[in-house]
DNA sequence: TGACAAATATATCAAACTGATATATTATAT
DNA sequence: ATATAATATATCAGTTTGATATATTTGTCA
């Protein structure tokens, strides 16, 4: 099977909740997809003139007062290739840790550079936990509708994971306080 | 700053423990750093050619029989240059799951389609757990040495994360039901 | 013994994606 | 008045993936 290109689905995805900008999805893909999935503009905007050539998206200039902006909405036939997609089967979740790696070989510096890598880490997470609690807390009032219901489920998974490398962070570092006493 | 090249100090960071060959490399990226760190072929092998180039790794050609072999191994300044690395703070940890981007535009879809995709991911996480579990067993009967008590830091971090990825399985489809009732 | 499948081993390529940068306008703060 | 931040589109070199090609050796089953 040829290389499968996500981005096109992430697009339509997006699309599928309102009509926006390019610049727009990449904010959504900086806040709220944050924590599960990236994208930069060079993948972006090249993904979306394929997506408007081939009918599953459509251009709209709304430009104002000399500021350029592409509106782009979602055809039928989009919304028809993305539910296709959604019913089908995961075919990977990639978990991409510089800090696991950095960890795993870290005998050639010694126990002080992991501690050092767990304590960065562990304050990178808090800091994400906190806005995610914050986003559990927000969407809590909305959750009649089935777009954030779906949102919810993905955020309570990230909350659920950060707390688990909080603790683990805390474990780690205990085996290491053991292990230098010895 | 330059795109920054992870490939080079993955090959380094594993030929830092031992000699050994691309494809045992891809082997170890496959098995050992399967659920932090990935790689193909198609980096691995351009990659190896460049660090000789630079003076960061030798080959040894240790073919037998006709079968090709080339083995590699780590010099001084590879060593350095890893080192350097590996105290410098982490760039980036980016998760990239699928399964949650399916979740999260599953609105187009319904609820039947989460439930699928979390029914899913929770028997891919059995099977992960259970490896890993395996691998910690298997390394405590060497935690003397350093290079197994990193290893075995990161195992840690890996059963850490399945254990609560399966509690949030449990927890997501119970929330669901709930939804349903009403 | 022969036949077939699996494992070992290196290598390359198109397609995809990242991170950075270029360009230009408008809104906001000092 | 002016500098900085935000909005907005676009492109590119460098990096990586997933697939495939090629060839040999080892293991397995009959």
New interface residues.
């Given amino acids: 099977m040829a290389n499968t290109k ?1 981005m096109d ?2 697009l339509l ?1 997006l699309l ?1 909740h309102e009509p926006m900008t390019g610049y727009e999805m990449k904010k959504r893909l900086d806040t709220t ?1 944050r ?4 994208g930069s503009y060079g993948s972006i905007y090249p993904t979306l003139n394929q997506l408007e050539k081939e009918g599953k998206v459509t251009k709209a200039d709304t430009s104002s007062n000399g500021r350029e902006k592409i509106s782009y909405s979602i055809t039928e036939y989009g ?1 028809e290739c ?2 296709e ?3 089908k ?23 002080g ?2 501690k050092e ?1 767990i304590e ?2 562990e304050e ?1 997470c808090k800091g994400e936990l906190f806005v995610l609690n914050m986003f559990a807390e927000n969407l809590r009032q909305y959750l009649e509708d ?2 954030h ?3 919810y ?2 955020v ?2 990230g909350i ?2 950060y ?3 909080l ?2 962070c805390q ?2 570092k205990e ?2 306080k053991e ?1 230098e006493k010895q």
Avoid: N
């Avoid at 924590?35 to 990236?38: H, R, S, V, Y």
């Avoid at 089967?89 to 870290?106: A, N, S």
């Fill in positions: 996500k689905y992430v995805g599928s997809l924590f599960f999935w990236g919304k993305l539910k997609w959604l019913l089967p995961v075919e990977k979740d990639e978990l991409r840790y510089e800090t696991l790696l950095k960890l795993f070989f870290g005998s050639e510096t010694g126990m550079g992991a890598h960065r880490f990178k089935d777009t219901k779906h949102y489920l993905t309570k998974f659920k994971t707390e688990s490398y603790e683990w474990e780690a085996q290491i292990w």
